[in-house]
């Protein structure tokens, strides 16, 4: 069927498409002082889309310049981040394309090895609403084995590419088994997933582009894409962001790209970063898969999920 302009569309149209996904209960405990590990005020949740060159290659722009911007994330920026990781002590979860894995054997290893997590974000970072729901199934499934044979441990968690959420992400998401996506932004903390209404189990730990490093610092030679924010001046947006989620109780979730933010002068911010949250008591650092664990115990308390 056609779709005719929105101003025209019946009201059940333009209600299905709302309700499609949505929002279901939120999954913090009610008690403040019960909500994370060990009577923690705050959950930090650090994450690190390792897409390298994949962004090129899902848009066939193969020229030398383009998958050297890629590997940089890979050759430079990654040891320098999990450097910094090992000294603050804080475990993260890495994002990786299946094209990214196969290229760098063994760099989902060295994840692993560090104690990180490592989830699906896709096969060659494609767009998920370009695709059939066979594609989307047939890529992501694809992906998971990859990871699964180099990790060790089925993954648990997915990111869809660009968070790019398409009609059949859920129901790809719930045929592959996934405990939690990281791909939505309706809400500051974890809630569950609903289709058409109805309750999924499926855990969104939601993310924001006002804590990802890609609108302030992108760079793109031949569009208006350019970076508008001095790294310094960005720290005390994340660092607001933080006070917000400590003062109440709440996550602080941060998405980065090992190929923007591993720079020197732009690293330098996520160290004052941790430095700063480090000075803080009741920080609880995890994983999105510690999270999603850890939460789940309010969803199959409320629906007797098991």
């Given amino acids: 069927m056609t779709r005719s302009e929105p101003w025209g569309w019946p009201e059940s149209q333009w ?3 709302v309700n499609k996904i949505r929002a279901g209960q939120p999954l913090l405990h009610p008690d403040p002082d019960l909500r994370w590990k060990d009577g923690a005020k705050v959950a930090v949740l650090l994450s690190f889309d390792s897409d390298h060159e994949t962004p090129s290659l899902r848009d066939g722009e193969t020229s030398p310049g383009r998958m050297a911007q890629g590997e940089y994330g890979a050759r430079v920026a990654v040891p320098r981040i999990l450097d910094l990781l090992r000294r603050y002590e804080a475990p993260a979860s890495f994002y990786v394309p299946a094209v990214c894995a196969l290229l760098r054997p063994e760099e989902v290893p ?9 989830g699906v974000h896709g096969w060659i970072h494609e767009r998920n609403t370009l695709l059939s729901k066979d594609q989307e ?16 441990k089925r993954p648990t968690g997915i990111r869809t590419p660009s968070w790019d959420f398409s009609d059949s992400t859920l129901d790809v998401i719930r045929e592959l088994g996934f405990l939690y996506d990281s791909s939505l932004m309706a809400d500051d903390e974890p809630y569950e997933l609903l289709a058409d209404g109805a309750q999924t189990g499926v855990i969104e730990i939601p993310v924001e582009w006002i804590r990802d490093d890609a609108p302030y610092l992108m760079m793109d030679r031949y569009t208006g894409l350019r970076p508008y924010m001095p790294p310094r001046q960005l720290i005390q947006i994340w660092k607001d962001e933080f006070d917000a989620a400590y003062a109440e109780n709440g996550v602080f979730q941060l998405t980065l790209h090992p190929h923007i933010i591993g720079h020197r002068s732009r690293l330098l911010v996520l160290e004052e970063l941790m430095t700063y949250i480090r000075t803080h008591d009741g920080v609880w650092l995890a994983t999105h898969e510690d999270l999603a664990t850890h939460v789940a115990a309010q969803l199959t308390s409320r629906i007797g999920i098991s």
Avoid: P
Avoid at 110 to 118: I, P
């Fill in 15 to 17: 209600r299905g498409d």
């Fill in 110 to 118: 060295m994840y692993v090895d560090n104690g990180h997590e490592v």
């Fill in 137 to 152: 199934l047939d890529l992501l499934g694809r992906a998971t084995d990859v990871l699964h044979e180099q990790s060790g």
